[in-house]
């Protein structure tokens, strides 16, 4: 099985209503097809760089998964209908490095995140993926 990494950007509306929900929204996607979660957890809320779909800020969801290859573009095909999940990225992580990032997700190092007085870039601040 492949390790992978998920960005998604969440609602940030329906996420404050219920944060709980929409992180167990996530894994459930994860575990209908086939995959194991190795570490999700909240990445940061912040205004995007450009709207979508309406939408003005998300929220970033973190997760690291093991998976089959075959089962990803269903998931994928998931994500994309699902009203809830703004964007979503994911990555297919090098296994010399898979298990030094989950530590990393799993200990919520905080030292790396920006400032909010530094610029992010638009690349940054908006991670896409259609």
């Known amino acids: 099985m492949v390790v992978y990494e998920g960005m998604f950007i969440l609602d940030a509306s329906k996420y404050s209503r219920d944060p709980a929900a929409m992180a167990q929204q996530i894994t459930d996607l ?9 570490a999700s957890r909240l990445w940061d809320e912040r205004k995007l760089a450009y709207p979508i779909n309406g939408h003005k800020k998300g929220v970033y ?15 994928e095909r998931q994500c994309e209908i699902t ?20 530590q990393h997700a799993l200990a919520g190092d905080t030292s790396q995140r920006r400032t909010p ?3 992010a870039t638009p690349a940054a601040a908006a991670v896409v993926s259609e």
Request: avoid cysteine.
């Open 61 to 75: 969801w973190l997760t690291y998964f093991r998976m089959p290859g075959g089962n990803l573009v269903a998931l």
């Open 117 to 119: 007085a530094a610029p």
């Open 30 to 38: 994860v575990e209908q097809h086939g995959g194991t979660i190795l």
């Open 83 to 102: 009203d809830d999940i703004i964007r979503k990225l994911v990555l297919k992580i090098e296994p010399r490095i898979a298990d030094a990032l989950v």
